[in-house]
Every structure is written in C-alpha cells, then in structure tokens.
C-alpha cells in the first residue's frame, strides 16, 4: 500500500502532529513530495500547533481571526531566528572593545511591524537561556545586550500608544505595568509581563467575590439606599482581602529596599509590598472589575497634618504629594465621597475628613506615573551625590531614557538623557536619535531657552563628536599587535597589581586585556594627572568625572599593561588601570574578576586564565601561546 493512499486527515492528525514531527521534517518532506508538499502547506491547524510546540503561545495577538496564516507565521519566524542569531554571533566584530550593540542593526533587526519585533525579541530570550550558547560569555553579554535595546524599542511604541490616548481611556494599572516591565527589561525571560499582572488581579477579584457572596442579579434591583450601602460593602471587602487576608503593605523603608521594587508591578504581588502608585493601581483595577469606579487624587502637600502623618522620611520621600483615591456615590452629593488610604491599610474615610479636596479634580494619569518616575529619579540622584555609587548614575540614566519614552517631546528630558549618555559614554546612537526626532519636529524652537545650559542642538554635537571618538577606537582595535620577545606577560592572565592609591599599597588580583611596548595615552585613559612623590609612579582619581576609568602614569620607559581589576574595599569596586610591567607578577592560582567589562574581552575563564574572543585573539595572535607556557 502506498503512504500516499492515506487520507489527508490521517496525515495531518495522526502522523505530522506528533511532537516527534518537527518543522523542519515538515519542510524537508514538502521539498521532497510535491503532493505531501500541498497537503502540509495547506494545514493552517497543523502549522499553528507547530508553531506553539516550538515556540509557545507566546504573542500577545494571535492570527486566529484570520485564516491559511500560520505557514507565513511559521516561515517568518524561522527566518527571523536564523537573522537574529547571525546578528548576535557578528555583534562583537562590530562593537569590540566597547562591548555597546549598534543601534543601526537593532533597528534594521526589529524592522516592521508586529509580531517581527516580538519575534526577535522572544528569539533572543531563547538564546539567554540556552546552556551551551550561555558557555561564551561575549555571545551572552551582546544577547543581552540586543534584548534589552529591542526591548526598549518595543516599549517605546507601547508608550506612544499609551500616552496618546484621552485621558479619560488611559489606566493607571497598565501605566504602572509598562513601568515595570522597564524595569525588569534586564531580566531575560523574567521580564514583566502583562497576562500574569492581570491574571493576579483576577485573583484578588475572584477572591473578594468569595468574601462578598455577591448576588448581582439583587444588586441591580436594589433601591439607592441599598446600592451605597452595597458598594461600600465592596470596598470594605476589597481592603479586607487587600490588607487583612493578603497583607498588601508600603514599602518598609525605600532607602533599604531594592529601589527597582519601587516600580516592580510583579515583585509588588509576590513580596505584598509596593509604593503608593502600585497599591493605587492595584486597588483601583481591583475596584473597576467589581463595578466601582474610583479615582486617584492629591492631597495638599503643604498640610501639616499630612506630612506628620508619615512614620519616616522614606515614607514621606515615597508618598509626596499624598496620593489617596477617592469614590463618589453618584446618586449622593460631593460630602457622600470616600477617600481610601492605600498606604494605610485601605482606610476608608470620610470627606469631612478631607474638605480641601471637595472642589479638586482628579489627578490624571500622567501625573500619578510622573510623580511616580520623579521619585525614584530623585531617590537615585540624592543616593549618587551623597555617595558617589556609579552604578546608582547608570541606573539614573536607564529612567531618565524612561522618562523619554513617556514624553518624547520634553526637550529638557531628552538632553538630560544626552547628557548622561556623554558622560557615561554610553546609549549615544540613542540619545542622538531623540534628539533628532525632537529637532525635527512641530514642537522644535531654536531659540528657546531651556533648562540646562546646552540647547538640543548643540547635545546633538557633542553627542556625535563623542560617537565619532568610540567609532574610532573600534577601528583602533583592529590593529594586530605583535608581541616582542622582551614583554612578560599575555592577555588573559590573571596576575597581581602592586599600586598605590591614597597613600596604601594593594595587591590585588587582576586580568591583562591588553598591552603596549611603551605607554601610549589614549582617549580612554586620559585625564588630569596629579603627583604622589612617594611612588614611583603617579595616579590619577576619576571620581569628580564620574567615569570607572583610572590611569597611572608610568615614572620609567617599559611595557604598560591594561587590566581590570576589582577592589573589594570600596563603595566603586570596579577599575581600568594602565600600569608598568614592574608593577604585575604572575598569579600561582589564578581567581575569577567579577567586572562587568570582562566579557568584553574574554569568552569565559577557565580555572587558569580567561580565553580571549576572536576579536581579542585577532588584535593579539601571539599571547595565547605564552599564556599557556606561563600557566603550564
């Protein structure tokens, strides 16, 4: 009997739809049977359960409205994989040594629309989390890189769409949602998502039900009296599951806190903790799903007895102005509202309690979410100037690009992003192309005067003058180096640093990423050089510059090497240093560098030494050899 004699149905059903079947035993069967090639290609079913064996059900839409779809899905998502992967593998040919992805080749990437951009993005999350490709780490830092820059222009759109809605439509529970999946862009696979929010609301809703054994049907006949009375049983049933059952609560003490749980929507529904926004948000979806429509609102800031009421400065930093929500019985009058404090267990108060805020309108949406984003940025600011945490100003800069995303027409937003951009060396591709969309724009005015000292125009200057330096050093990298018989030791190695800084001498284990027969100052290293005369060599503290960057200064003609290096004794750990050779030796036991720039350079360490990528074992061809001499 012929296999061409079964009925399509048996095909489809029973023998392509095994899991054991795979795509591209699919294709390869269409390549080689031109009339198994019809019934396969014409399966849209067959094509949509391939596609969620392989892929997951993963897309926010699903082309189920439309029909014969799914092959064009399957197709392009595998095209799509192959394109992603490519980039990923070529990205530190392009970016070495600064370890940023090209913005050119994310957009050409993410080019089109839906689902291509989620497609990338779901490829990348892929990769992340596969073993083997987690094994080089230059591979790992650029996926994440990509993913978090693709990631970025997702949210950029989604925020375009949200902010252009009126007022009137927008939610405060998927504002602070977009927030936090911002914040958690990092996370790989962990990133906020949207359907598990929302899935945890209905929780909470089912829940409050329970509590409330509520009789809709009754409800909707019941007389005015009884609608009130039933409505505030709802909300007293809402804070009884909320803070009673739950335990729903502020956050203890924002400045011990991780401040991204500040605005992680998921975090909030995991630990029962959250700022005055997200207990808002929560409340109020809670509240629209059971038919109550509340609204946020401000108290006077200015009110003493408003201000005492707060137990702590970081509850006063958290909650100013105070945010309350408010119901309104809409067949009473204005003294009929109630104001719920969700930052004190959901009290429900009276509006006597309240009469300032009789005639105030409610706060938009847009107000809560900047207040919101205000507070964080100012807690981050405050945290870096009181301590010069550099990672606290990198952490700035990444809600400050937030900000722009939110209100891209903000001129005094966007060249503080470009500022910070400049300064930190980082995002420029980023930062000039909002400054470009913003200059080109309706909103534009060349002689307005603006907040910082440098209009839009100028940062757009300076931003590309900086990039055009980076470009550069990329090409830079390029050169081979070929090693002299007098140099000592190789990239990779782990040696030890002998240097003085602030009058102490260190030891401290470090890792080679480069060297020079004599010292050459770069762009990289150069800063102002202040003398130490009790050391044979001078060096220079960066910190007033806020850059990770610091440089001694050779007092002798001999080979310098670069290295980084962690020390454990500070609040700013991580360190470049250009030393002399006289300064290393070698390591018996070599011990891993947790510096973020590492992987960079290196694709993983091995026990001995760190294994440099291709473009580092290109610029240095000849240190392997001696690497592995020295180490045995």
């Known amino acids: 009997m012929s296999l061409l004699a079964l009925s399509n149905e048996v095909f489809i059903c029973y023998i392509f739809s095994l899991d054991t079947i795979s795509i591209s035993d699919l294709q390869s069967l269409m390549v080689s049977c031109r009339p198994l090639y019809n019934i396969i290609r014409e399966s849209d079913e067959l094509w949509r359960l391939k596609f969620i064996q392989r892929w997951g059900n993963f897309l926010s839409q699903t082309p189920n409205s439309y029909e014969n779809v799914w092959f064009e899905w399957t197709t392009m998502r595998l095209k799509k994989a192959k394109e992603v992967q490519k980039a990923v593998r070529n990205m530190s040919s392009v970016a070495y040594p600064l370890g940023q992805s090209p913005l050119i080749v994310i957009n050409k990437l993410i080019a089109g629309s839906y689902p291509i951009p989620e497609y990338v993005q779901n490829e990348l999350e892929e990769i992340i989390d596969d073993k083997k490709i987690r094994e080089?780490?230059?591979?790992?830092?650029?996926?994440?890189?990509?993913?978090?820059?693709?990631?970025?222009s997702i949210l950029d759109k989604k925020w375009r769409d949200f902010m252009a809605q009126p007022e009137s439509q927008k939610s405060l529970f998927e504002g602070v949602a977009l927030i936090?999946?911002?914040?958690?862009?990092?996370?790989?696979?962990?990133?906020?998502?949207?359907?598990?929010?929302?899935?945890?609301?209905?929780?909470?809703?089912?829940?409050?039900?329970?509590?409330?054994?509520?009789?809709?049907?009754?409800?909707?006949?019941?007389?005015?009296?009884?609608?009130?009375?039933?409505?505030?049983?709802?909300?007293?049933?809402?804070?009884?599951?909320?803070?009673?059952?739950?335990?729903?609560?502020?956050?203890?003490?924002?400045?011990?806190?991780?401040?991204?749980?500040?605005?992680?929507?998921?975090?909030?529904?995991?630990?029962?903790?959250?700022?005055?926004?997200?207990?808002?948000?929560?409340?109020?979806?809670?509240?629209?799903?059971?038919?109550?429509?509340?609204?946020?609102?401000?108290?006077?800031?200015?009110?003493?007895?408003?201000?005492?009421?707060?137990?702590?400065?970081?509850?006063?930093?958290?909650?100013?102005?105070?945010?309350l929500l408010r119901w309104k019985d809409s067949s009473g009058s204005e003294d009929d509202s109630i104001y719920i404090d969700v930052f004190r267990g959901g009290s429900l108060n009276q509006s006597s309690l309240y009469p300032s805020l009789r005639e105030q309108p409610a706060a938009s949406v847009d107000s809560v979410l900047f207040n919101m984003l205000h507070v964080l940025t100012h807690f981050l600011w405050e945290r870096?100037?009181?301590?010069?945490?550099?990672?606290?100003?990198d952490d700035l800069s990444f809600y400050v690009r937030l900000k722009c995303s939110m209100w891209p027409q903000d001129p005094n937003i966007i060249t503080c992003y470009a500022e910070h951009c400049i300064g930190l060396g980082i995002q420029l591709d980023d930062a000039i192309q909002l400054l470009q969309n913003y200059i080109q724009s309706p909103e534009y005015n060349p002689f307005m005067g603006y907040l910082f000292s440098r209009s839009p125009s100028k940062m757009l200057e300076e931003c590309i003058s900086k990039l055009n330096e980076q470009k550069a050093e990329i090409a830079a990298a390029k050169t081979v180096h070929h090693r002299p018989s007098s140099l000592k030791f190789s990239v990779g190695l782990v040696v030890i640093c002998n240097y003085k800084k602030w009058g102490r001498n260190f030891r401290k284990p470090c890792v080679i990423v480069s060297w020079n027969v004599k010292f050459q100052e770069s762009k990289e290293w150069?800063?102002?050089?202040?003398?130490?005369?009790?050391?044979?060599?001078?060096?220079?503290?960066?910190?007033?510059?806020?850059?990770?960057?610091?440089?001694?200064?050779?007092?002798?003609?001999?080979?310098?090497?670069?290295?980084?290096?962690?020390?454990?004794?500070?609040?700013n750990p991580q360190f470049q240093l250009n030393v002399p050779e006289e300064t290393l030796e070698l390591l018996p036991v070599a011990v891993p560098i947790k510096h973020d720039k590492i992987w960079f350079h290196f694709e993983r360490f091995d026990g001995r030494r760190y294994l440099p990528n291709a473009e580092k074992r290109a610029q240095f061809p000849e240190d392997e050899a001696v690497t592995l001499s020295l180490i045995g």
């Open 136 to 152: 080089n780490k230059t591979t790992l830092h650029y996926a994440r890189d990509v993913l978090v820059k693709v990631r970025m």
């Open 180 to 323: 936090s999946q911002w914040s958690t862009m990092e996370s790989g696979k962990g990133q906020t998502c949207l359907k598990d929010l929302e899935r945890s609301i209905d929780e909470i809703t089912d829940r409050v039900k329970q509590v409330l054994e509520l009789d809709v049907g009754k409800v909707s006949r019941a007389s005015t009296v009884e609608l009130k009375k039933n409505n505030l049983k709802i909300l007293d049933s809402i804070n009884q599951v909320m803070f009673n059952e739950l335990g729903f609560k502020n956050l203890l003490n924002f400045y011990t806190s991780d401040y991204n749980h500040y605005c992680n929507f998921q975090m909030a529904f995991e630990t029962k903790e959250g700022c005055p926004a997200v207990l808002c948000a929560i409340y109020l979806e809670v509240a629209r799903k059971m038919g109550i429509a509340c609204e946020a609102v401000y108290c006077d800031h200015g009110d003493r007895r408003f201000i005492e009421d707060e137990s702590s400065r970081s509850d006063r930093l958290m909650n100013r102005p105070k945010l």
């Open 384 to 393: 870096y100037e009181e301590h010069g945490l550099e990672r606290m100003r």
């Open 526 to 571: 150069k800063s102002n050089v202040t003398s130490d005369d009790d050391s044979d060599y001078e060096e220079v503290d960066e910190d007033e510059a806020c850059s990770r960057t610091k440089k001694v200064i050779p007092s002798q003609d001999q080979p310098h090497y670069h290295i980084l290096m962690v020390d454990s004794d500070e609040d």
